[in-house]
């Protein structure tokens, strides 16, 4: 997969006629999927170039001056999963105040002089200063053709990033598996902690995660550890560990079932397959062992399952 970068100073893109999907797609969710299908059929049958556009930074640090924002898919996320959905190009659009400021006719220019021919989006997409581009103005333009999908949901409700934040943060791992099409995961390199579930049978492996990544809700679940490209079941704690420590910083820990290599500093993916349950603090060790011998057990009779 080829990438370019698109600024308003500067043209990137040299290649033939590009079919294009336009938008943000944090979580690639099952409405994203709609789009990219849509996307990669009218390329495949107009024999054009395949591409996914999206914005780097997010387009609320400049239109809003939010920072710190929490994302379900990093950029890079983005960018992998792109690449397996099967598109030939990623193109980042630059978004800073010049761009911002762009009305509908020059953004859509823009995106013409770098070969974009064809631009599929959602219903709600907007564009240009002040969000006064969407459909209808594609729709009485000549520079760029369109497809517009429709809204799509699931349950009787729109599939939406905020609605899997939200399902994330409650811990439903189930119904973000369901809106996403697979589980939801966060990225990091393992840390050193104080080993104290070495000391009591559970060794875990510490994840200093992105601080783009929403937070699970506090709590024990079953899923998958990933390291070196291999998916080890785990079971994952996300909380404070309230019987062996008193600080309120989250941690975000897993326990690789019948694994003993060391993992200190590897990059890993821990992905959240189902909540088990709360955080609990314990009288003493000895009762949170016996609580993780619980969970172990629970937690490997979902995962084999899957």
């Known amino acids: ?7 308003t100073e500067k043209d990137s893109i040299k290649e033939q006629k590009i079919v294009g999907c336009i938008g943000y797609f944090d979580g690639f969710h099952i409405g994203h999927q709609t789009l990219f299908n849509k996307t990669l059929a009218i390329a495949k049958q107009k024999n054009l170039k395949s591409a996914l556009i999206t914005f780097d930074p997010d387009p609320w640090v400049i239109l809003k001056g939010l920072h710190n924002i929490q994302h379900v898919t990093t950029l890079n996320d983005r960018r992998k999963l792109a690449e397996v959905k099967g598109f030939d190009i990623w193109i980042t659009l ?13 953004f859509l220019d823009l995106l013409h002089r770098n070969n974009i021919d064809h631009l599929v989006c959602g219903y709600d997409f907007k564009f240009g200063d002040k969000g006064a581009g969407d459909i209808n103005t594609l729709k009485n333009q000549t520079v760029i053709s369109s497809s517009i999908m429709e809204e799509f949901d699931y349950l009787d409700e729109k599939v939406s990033t905020t609605r899997i934040i939200d399902a994330i943060k409650a811990g439903d791992m189930i119904l973000v598996k369901k809106l996403m099409g697979r589980p939801y995961k966060v990225t990091g390199i393992v840390v050193h902690g104080k080993r104290i579930g070495t000391q009591i049978g559970f060794p875990t492996a510490n994840l200093k995660v992105d601080q783009e990544y929403v937070i699970p809700r ?6 998958y550890a990933a390291v070196d490209g291999i998916k080890y079941p785990a079971m994952i704690a996300v909380g404070y560990n309230p019987t062996v420590k008193d600080d309120d910083l989250i941690s975000i820990e897993a326990h690789l079932f019948d694994y003993a290599n060391n993992l200190y500093g590897k990059e890993m993916e821990y992905y959240f397959i189902d909540y088990l349950r709360s955080e609990m603090k314990f009288a003493d ?6 609580q993780l011998k619980i969970d172990d057990m629970n937690a490997r009779k979902i995962v084999k399952k899957l």
């Open 1 to 7: 997969m080829k990438e370019y970068v698109i600024t």
């Open 94 to 106: 630059q978004f800073d105040v010049s761009m911002a400021k762009l009305n509908p006719n020059a």
């Open 218 to 223: 506090v709590g024990v679940y079953a899923g």
């Open 285 to 290: 060790l000895q009762g949170l062992i016996t």
